[in-house]
């Protein structure tokens, strides 16, 4: 029986992408670095941002123009800072209803609701005021617990803070940093949500059952929800 479902977050319940383009971007030319030689540094520093190894934004671009013998300007550093905060703020202001319903209706019916989501700090600043938040019950953000998807162990957490077992548990995300395997190999059950995934990509096979709209969950009828009290 299901008591919990935990969903991941970006490309799950808030997408960064409308018509095939990020809904908004931000500008790094005023660090003074060539763009490319940036993404190369920034993409190798992925896992330390997310298992908050970095505290903090500032502190990865500071590293990466160090890396490159770049002196860091605090203002321009101040100002990509900020640039980034109110991009990665875009998503959370423009909740699909059909995603709100599910979570509406995942309350009604007495289930426990769980966020995993692999983030740094400056990604997450817009969540406390964002219509999501009120619905639930536990939120982990892979920089605070110092663990990151798809180890296990971040999901085993999730279920002990909500008080629940792997098994009696649902884990729905895109499918992004490996998760729905990891949540699998915790013994938890995992759907992959492809309703804000392009076809190319949503039609490839990951050997996961797929929920093409949210309220797709409703209707599995491998999972069996009960009403708790």
Request: charged share 30%; glycine share 6%; hydrophobic share 40%.
């Amino acid at each position: 029986m299901v008591k919990a479902v935990f969903f991941d977050l970006y490309e799950t319940l808030i997408t960064e992408w409308k018509d095939g383009r990020k809904k908004a971007k931000y500008s790094i030319e005023s660090l003074g670095i060539d763009k490319n030689i940036f993404k190369v540094e920034w993409d190798l520093r992925r896992e330390l941002r997310m298992n908050g190894t970095y505290p903090d934004h500032q502190s990865v671009l500071r590293d990466i123009l160090d890396s490159q013998g770049i002196v860091p300007n605090v203002e321009a550093i101040d100002r990509v800072h900020q640039e980034r905060v109110a991009a990665k703020s875009i998503p959370f202001q423009e909740i699909d209803p059909q995603v709100i319903e599910l979570l509406q209706t995942l309350k009604s019916n007495g289930l426990k609701l769980g966020l995993i989501s692999n983030a740094a700090p400056e990604e997450v600043v817009a969540w406390e005021t964002c219509k999501l938040a009120d619905y639930f019950d536990e939120v982990i953000f892979s920089y605070e617990v110092r663990v990151a998807k798809p180890q296990k162990e971040i999901y085993q957490m999730a279920c002990e803070k909500l008080g629940v077992t792997p098994k009696e548990s649902v884990f729905i995300g895109d499918g992004g940093s490996d998760e729905l395997r990891g949540a699998t190999e915790a013994g938890m059950t995992a759907l992959q949500a492809t309703w804000f995934l392009p076809t190319a990509i949503s039609d490839r096979i990951t050997g996961y059952p797929k929920l093409a709209k949210p309220q797709d969950l409703l209707s599995q009828k491998s999972l069996k929800f009960i009403t708790v009290y």
